[in-house]
């Protein structure tokens, strides 16, 4: 196996083992469009792969079936007639993989849920090749991929029927992570401030092939402003073509996402309904749940809330970045991005953005605080009293005794606590104690880019992370 990836090591580890196992083995792997699935199996097993299929995009079952024969072919040397159905197509796979001769033998199917068109019986063939053939077979590895992750979960990982637990192991790929952006960079010979990754992560998330249109010797500014304003900017539809290839209604989703967008700390489902107009009920349900399995929003219970009164959150920075900025395109300037640094409309996307970067690095926030083994529950919290509401930015309610709430600020600088902001600060702490009537001691903590400058209303603070931690 030959190795160029970039980061990845859980998941790499992960595969390898599969790989190894000496069992049958049917894994799939699902993420956001762009977020480096197909790389990373084809750079992992980029030796070792028998049969290599990718599905095609809005093509008829016809032409699905001509492009497997196609990659049978490439695989076997042979020049075998196209099927006429999938079962026959997978007829033709075993007979493949019965005259191999590796020892392992990997099958790759790319955008699999392009595959299963209507009325295709792709499902049920597919049953039918690894209830009835491979799962008896220990040299088998079935790996297959898809961007459309509501059709992983619902036809894979919650199928109920056929395939009900036949997955061996499912991989959630996530974007990369601030450490990851880092290595990433260095591998490419960009040389970045841990500032300016940040920046450029609240952009575009950890986002592989986002990342992947930068050029060397341009600042994130300037490669920001080529990728997305400039005339012949490369990613000025992107938008669009995301939402449409992953979501069959993706006008809603658009929707809810753009109102997720106006709202920092989320909207209940009424607020949803609301700002939308989309009409209650199951499709509404199920375009939440497919949002939330991609990756672009997530649901959360607000402390001391009920269930049914979970909070949904836009976690996409990308998304965010659209429609702050690109969504309404007025901006005929080249150079946008790189003029209107340090404006008041980009320094309230940074206070937004930078909170999403921090949910996405709770681990890296525990890690700072000492507390990764310790049982714990994220949430946030709107006081349902105070004038104006007083809100937390990200709690963490500890097993032993001790609930942390956390504020969070960029800047260029180290942050400097006011008078005033130390009286908001005083108060918001005590109004959390009365309306939650915990008992367990209340620590309140500060995630800043540089730390804080220490004056004499800092001490409010018992805890400090900074930037560098969420690198951890």
Not at 80 to 106: D, G, V, Y
Not at 270 to 279: G, M, N, Q, V
Not at 344 to 354: E, I, L, R
Not at 426 to 447: Q, Y
Request: net charge positive; aromatic share 12%; hydrophobic share 40%.
């Amino acid at each position: 196996m030959e190795n160029k990836i970039t980061g990845r090591i859980k998941e790499q580890k992960r595969l390898r083992e599969l790989y190894c196992s000496g069992k049958p083995e049917f894994v799939a792997m699902y993420g956001r469009r762009r977020v480096g699935k197909t790389f990373l199996i084809r750079s992992l097993f980029s030796n070792d792969l028998l049969f290599d299929l990718a599905g095609l995009a809005n093509a008829s079952t016809r032409e699905q079936l001509v492009n497997f024969t196609l990659s049978l072919n490439r695989a076997s040397g042979e020049q075998s007639k196209p099927a006429k159905n999938w079962l026959t197509a997978f007829e033709q796979l075993i007979a493949l993989l019965e005259n191999s001769s590796k020892e392992r033998k990997l099958i790759f199917i790319d955008e699999i849920p392009w595959l299963d068109t209507p009325r295709s019986g792709f499902i049920t063939a597919l049953e039918h090749f690894w209830n009835g053939w491979a799962c008896s077979h220990p040299d088998v590895m079935l790996v297959v991929c898809g961007s459309a992750t509501s059709w992983i979960m619902n036809k894979l990982i919650n199928n109920h029927g056929g395939l009900h637990n036949r997955l061996t192991a499912n991989i959630h790929l996530q974007p990369f992570t601030l450490s990851e952006c880092e290595l990433y960079f260095r591998s490419r010979l960009m040389e970045y401030s841990r500032y300016d990754i940040a920046e450029c992560y609240m952009a575009m998330g950890g986002i592989p092939y986002y990342l992947s249109k930068m050029e060397r010797g341009l600042s994130v500014a300037q490669n920001i402003d080529n990728m997305f304003f400039a005339d012949n900017a490369e990613l000025k539809n992107e938008f669009q073509n995301l939402y449409a290839s992953l979501f069959k209604n993706a006008a809603d989703c658009m929707k809810i996402v753009e109102a997720l967008s106006l709202k920092a700390k989320g909207l209940t489902r009424h607020e949803i309904e609301d700002a939308t107009k989309l009409t209650s009920g199951g499709g509404l349900t199920a375009t939440l749940k497919n949002l939330e399995y991609c990756g672009f929003i997530r649901s959360y219970n607000r402390f001391g809330k009920r269930k049914y009164e979970q909070l949904y959150q836009l976690l996409d920075a990308y998304s965010l970045f659209y429609f702050k900025y690109l969504s309404k395109n007025e901006y005929n300037d080249a150079a946008f991005w790189t003029n209107s640094l340090n404006t008041p409309q980009h320094n309230a996307w940074t206070g937004y953005a930078f909170e999403m970067v921090a949910l996405q690095h709770v681990g890296e926030i525990k890690k700072a605080l000492g507390i990764s083994g310790i049982q714990s529950a994220v949430s946030a919290w709107r006081s349902a009293q105070s004038k104006p509401a007083a809100q937390i930015d990200l709690i963490i309610n500890r097993k032993d005794g001790i609930i942390d709430i956390c504020e969070i600020k960029f800047a260029k600088e180290e942050f400097v606590i006011t008078e005033r902001y130390e009286k908001d600060l005083r108060n918001k702490v005590s109004v959390f104690r009365a309306e939650s009537n915990t008992r367990k001691a209340v620590h309140l903590l500060m995630l800043t880019t540089y730390g804080l400058a220490k004056n004499k209303y800092s001490g409010i603070v018992q805890k400090e992370i900074v930037l560098d931690d969420l690198f951890a």
